[in-house]
């Protein structure tokens, strides 16, 4: 059994790892943090996991939690992570962390998210961005970090044509739509439900930051504009994409797609238009694509659950491959439709 | 032209009360309160009234707000209330509080509210409870406590079967389930969009303070268990009422709601089951009720909006009340649907 | 390996007893039939559903199920079942069905559902009700009946009081609010989006045919008024019990229930309100309750989710049972929270 | 007062034509038809109507609601208003067709709706397009098409950056998120409640009508991609705008927007994001942008009520216009926040 800890547990990500945790066969939860409710019962702060859990939630003592663990998953907001991810790696665990503090460059994370990164390693520990299908060296990692959930769903759904195509994408526009939860367990004006309701709210519609890692993954000409829709999971992204060199076919896209994600479990390729209820509660990532008519665009639809392939479940899909089990095991199971 | 003073004016009673007082021909607007926003232009504040409304949020001057006012709505949370309206009343206002403050006897509000009633004068000053089918004293009020959202509800849907009854009710439990804009403007736990969607919360299932209201009005014996719903407005209230002898015919009930509802202009009493839609955004009470066969039990159904035939719609028929205008002044248009 | 048909795998029904089935380490889906989609790849009409099954639906042939499964679940609309049950159990099949075909006495059906039963054989049969908490002789029986979704929820609610109480229950009022999908596949007048959102709807407030479930397990005077919420799943049933002789202390209540459900893996007796939140997607009963001061009311609330212990869990509950499996298998996962 | 007659009036659309112009104090409704509900009381069939119309649907006889009507409303579905206009307009009647019929050149309707234009003198009756800020020539009209819905909240996203920029404008896509209202009053897949909430639906993502409205107004190259979300009413256009030379000061923008809708009343320039709340039952459309740093891209986005600015509040505004009246005559009210 792989012991695994989680740093952060009260938040939607990590109680989405122990959801998701709870049900893999291969793994047993050993420690599990968090500041604001330790000492509490976790199953009583989350009744929905009664009685699944029998552990409390406890203070962060990053020693303690290698020492327990095989790997550690590190789910607390972005700038925090860096504080225990060192020590992690330093006593033995392996690390998957779900923050934005080790997928992009350091000079690039200290523009972006407009902070310093604490961790003097930093670049030496050569951190695998874990977007499990485009990066298998994942499999060696002692230090993953695990795609924000947008440039989750953006990057696969335009990557066989930017890597398959040979340079003919000029540019891509990600016009995303996202449930709320990706904003957070703490209330906010924009979680408030007579706000969101009946409404759907655009939202640093040039300037987010996850544009930095879509433009890091693909290498072309990128413009992200994300919204969030009145519904709890789901991030759906429209991907406007302009070919340099005039229309393809349908079918030899479709060939491109199909040959990139060969073998690729969690990728389907649709018939029809991909829906947020196909993929809720699981780590799929559907994908469709139409080309517009005399036209050099095709517009792509890919569909993920935020929380799982845009979150913790990828970052188990991780820890199956880091671990060399099956990519699927315990993700491995139906949507909640309807 | 009736100047009407609001303190209040950034919650959502507040603002409803601006949203319908905008649009009523016979009344202007003199000043609008807000302890948090005070110097910020209202429409500024709520981009919606733009450019409906030039004033900017006051802080609260009781002396002044009087003396510009010829009415005044109190919206402010209950407890606070009364430090104003002693004085308003003393410079010559009428008031229209819509706190639970002057809607109880003095012991009574001491013993639910658990608080002290700070106006010395308190039970001196008759305040007439504003539930405007029911209280034609109304007229020769200075002050009305208008009622809650929910005994609006609860009592409006029983009261034919209490009052021309004759006793013939032995109990009535009013099972509720109202929108979430009843919780006011500030981000909370229930108001969490991830919590409330797909779901339905109860609360308070057998002490919500309401139930004093409706015992004060009914004078029968009254349970009341509310539910918040995935909706933004309205009340539906599901009233399950026990006759003390045996079933009446359906006509005979039918007659006694038409008799005491006679001439009221936004009672309808309806032939299929009420909707919240029906009622979206309006100052009606739509009412309709079913016979269980073989049994003493009659259902019956209301639905209103709850800020407006629930808090600022029913004040401002309050109004139209005192100032001799036509009840439906500024209120008569039907509500939006879908 | 456990053979399982399925009759009726188009509607919600059926596609929770794939999805849950899908997910059973001990069983295997051997047939699926729709009339209307014979002969379609089952992932195609259901894409959630890829790459999970291989199957095509088929045409519903008796005889060949039968010989083809150890059980049959029975999953169309009622008054449809008895045309297959008879035949099925005649060849062998163990027979769980979900419509209301077998669960009430034969004279009472047909008052109730205003239809001939055409079973001849309809009492002889001993149908087991399939309420698995309550009826262990589940585990023996060839024919079960599975409740409905509106009984589970209440009769779990109540059933403590009304049986260890002995007598003490006077009258019982279900006020049950249900999520949309209860109302089937078809879009209807109802689940039209602009009708449901925003909105609640009452329906058959007196009247429903539910309520002859809940008083043949219950034995007590019951009335039942259902909703529908703008929500896709869950049952919340709201319980407003009446206690003949006085208040019981919550210490006693609580004892009776702790009693009654002692081992009962799927009812949770809960410290705070249920949600349905917290059994979504899950086989879970979530109860709590409180007293009403100073009155003889009890108010019981419980939730699930409609299509799994409402229906298609508690159906592969009873499956579990009857062939001797742990009552969780394949079932024993926490709820999708968020 | 003016005389309006309605065909079509038991759709969304003529719905909301009969709950404007019931508050208009210029307008006197004078016939409703149904071919459904003819012979039965409107507000029977709409309860939330009750009791401001007393009329009953009428069966379609275009001379008699010439003869009764000064202006006519056609709210039916695109190409059969073309067998009801010419003979309104050779009765003297002046019309507002809702429908698609006269919005486009002959030829292009044709091309674009896959029908034969069966009116003979099309292209002489020079409609107008009554985008009402951009055709002031509506006044003088006696044949308005009135715009699509995502027409309207799209061209006047941009119209501004065309029209004043003088060709700077290269390329825009639209990227539109509607309430489901928009699809109409019946029941279908899209709109049945578990398919559309907890999801958002994309469709004819390359291959929309509307695309051709947005062609024919701005003139530049237009992709438009539509989105269903699980709302009632609105419609967010996301317009993703590129520039033919370079990045424009913001400063510079924003001039252009406030010359170009100088005295346009409906028009709300804002200085933040647009909410579908704040435009919610009002002709308004609101409108922001931002300038994408290093970049050739700016997002627009707009706001409207899909049923009113997108429809029938729109198609009045064009009634005032062509009497004379003021523009904003029975449209001059807030959005019905929360």
Redesign the interface.
Known sequence: MIKAGIIGGAG?TG?ELI?LL??HPEVEISVVTSRRYKGEKIS?V???????IELEYEDVDTKEIADRSDVVFVAVPHGSAMDYVPELIARGARVIDLSADYRLKKDEYERIYKREHKDKHKEERRAVYGLTELHPEVADADLVANPGCYPTGAILAVAPLVKEGGGGVKQV?F?A?S???GAG?E???T?????????????Q???HRHVAEMRMELGVKV?F?P?V??????I?T?A?VFLAEGTKTHHAIERAYKQFYEGKRFI?L????P???????TNFC?IWF????K?N?I?V?SAIDN?VKGGSGQAIQNMNVMFGLNEGEGLW??????
Do not use: C, Q, W
């Open positions: 939607y109680l959801r709870l049900m009583d989350n009744p929905h996991l009664e009685p699944f526009i016009d739509k449930g709320i939860s367990v209330p906010s004006e979680s408030h439900f007579p706000n969101l309701a009946e409404n759907i709210i655009p939202y519609v040039t300037a413009s504009t919204h829709i009145p519904s709890i999971r789901g759906l429209t406007h389907r649709r018939k029809g238009i829906s947020l209820s196909a993929v809720r509660g559907d139409e080309i517009e008519e036209s665009r517009v639809i929380l199971f139906p949507g909640l439709v309807p």
